[in-house]
């Protein structure tokens, strides 16, 4: 499917991440009612918004102003982590706070083990 226009491409995007209206909506700060009315074509985004969607969704501006070029913008390792971990602290997600602690504190023999339990886990999951 070729996105033809910004609205197209927010739809598109929503979509890709398996979000409601609700749900992409509110990590904007905006409400279900704006998305819906972006994504119908009857508000065009501002640039609050757009600014708002490439920082939360790691998106390329100009594929989303444009169509052209990779929809993600690729974070070095460290960046997504940082984005990682700062999101984690925000939703105040004490099951992700408490896992990261407690893999910190193990040794790197114990830490390589739960790497490789980890590994075996996501790979086994995507089947």
């Not at 757009?50 to 990779?70: A, P, Q, Y």
């Amino acid at each position: 499917m070729i996105e033809h226009t910004i609205e197209d491409r927010i739809s598109y995007l929503r979509q890709t991440k398996e979000l409601s209206q609700e749900s992409f909506g509110s990590k904007l700060g905006v409400t279900k009612s704006t998305i819906s009315l972006i994504e119908r074509k009857l508000r065009t985004p501002s640039d609050r918004i757009i600014r708002d969607v490439c920082r939360e969704f790691n998106v390329n501006e100009n594929w989303l102003r444009t169509g052209e070029g990779s929809m993600f913008i690729e974070l070095p390792e460290e960046d997504e982590f940082m984005k990682a971990a700062a999101s984690i602290s925000k939703s105040n997600d004490k099951f992700a706070m408490q896992m990261l602690i407690e893999y910190w504190k193990l040794d790197d023999d114990s830490k390589q083990i739960f790497t490789d339990y980890l590994k075996k886990v996501v790979k086994n999951s995507q089947k």
